[in-house]
């Protein structure tokens, strides 16, 4: 007999949003291996009104207010997991959302609920090239962490600072793949020689930035084709590819980029919003997780999750032209030993240790 819990998040697809596909791909592995059902308490509704998603059910949160939030989480619940990015909920910078605090506060309090809340993000405040965490946002993380039983984040430096804000132990889980993770990684030997630029509207960072090194990297290890996936950027009336073919992809399924990365041999992407973060970077996990190589146009710094620069990824400098081809399956492998520690199948471990709940596992892998 299956068990039932909350996930609270902002979104879930068709809209576009990370931490949904994050959401459902959790809760299909959950349903997978422990046979626990989610139900989805959701604060923007997609585009078109959803009542069920993948067979778990949906429901829309009416009103900001903590009083609605208590009113529609269903009585046959013990654990609530809040997948917390803070930015959907926001209509200003100075605002956030205390309602979402009270309402798991109250509910938490008075029906006896575990709450898991795994932090996505730690807002901050950038003026000129300072980056400041955002003190009104940075209060209520505070707040949540402090009415949550167990908490999560997914990179080591989120990790230190909520341990330091509240003394308590906070685990870090690294980002799954969340385009899939192929059971047959080929070597890069096998592949076509191209390059995937992948990601949000971030990627454009890469051409606005980095172009003259791209094209320089490209001709260096001989890559033919450049495939740019995701929203179009208009790319060839802007700029110069020379004769290398770019193909702009705009938006595609995930089992059709699974499938063009794992004929690829790296996959370029831009991270610089985010010095330190590499581990919660779900592109990079798509890299590590389909065997190719991460190239950054920056180096990130993560060496506190266990990712060092011309060992897990490259990065587009003039030092490449002393990096031996023969190197990139090297690093390719390592990547992915280092994902394979925390993929999907062991994120999902890790949340199911922290319900309250008697469960079986099913099937493992």
Known sequence: MSQKIVQIVPRLPPETDGVGDYSLMLAQQLRQDYQIETHFLVFQPPIKKIAMIDGFLVTNIPNPDSESLASILPRDINNIILQYSNYPYLKGKLDAPFWLARGLELSCQQRQLNLITMFHELPTLKWKKIRLLNPLQYYLSLRLAKISHQLITNNSQFQKIIQQGL???????????????????????????????????????????????????????????????????????????????????????????????????????????????????????????????????????????????????????????????????????????????????????????YLKMDYSPTTHK
């Open 167 to 353: 003394k308590r132990l906070v685990s870090c889980l690294p980002n799954f793949s969340t385009i899939g993770e192929p059971e047959l990684v080929t070597p890069l030997s096998q592949r076509k020689k191209q390059i995937v630029i992948f990601g949000s509207t971030d990627r454009g960072r890469v051409y606005q930035n980095s172009l003259p090194k791209l094209l320089k990297f490209c001709h260096q290890f001989g890559l033919k084709t450049i495939l740019d996936i995701g929203r179009p950027l208009n790319l060839k009336d802007n700029y110069d590819f020379g004769e290398i073919n770019l193909q702009e992809m705009g938006f595609q399924p995930a089992k059709i980029v699974s499938k063009l990365l794992l004929d690829s041999q790296f996959l370029g992407f831009d991270y610089t919003r985010f010095p330190g973060n590499l581990a919660k970077s779900t592109v990079f996990a798509a890299a590590a997780a389909h065997g190719l190589v991460p190239l950054t146009t920056e180096d990130n710094y993560s060496q506190a999750d266990g990712l060092e620069k011309n060992q897990h990824y490259l990065v587009l400098s003039p030092q490449l032209t002393e990096f031996n081809t023969n190197q990139g399956q090297t690093i390719a492998d390592n990547a992915y030993k280092w994902y394979s520690q925390h993929n999907l199948q062991e994120n999902t471990q890790v949340f199911t240790s």
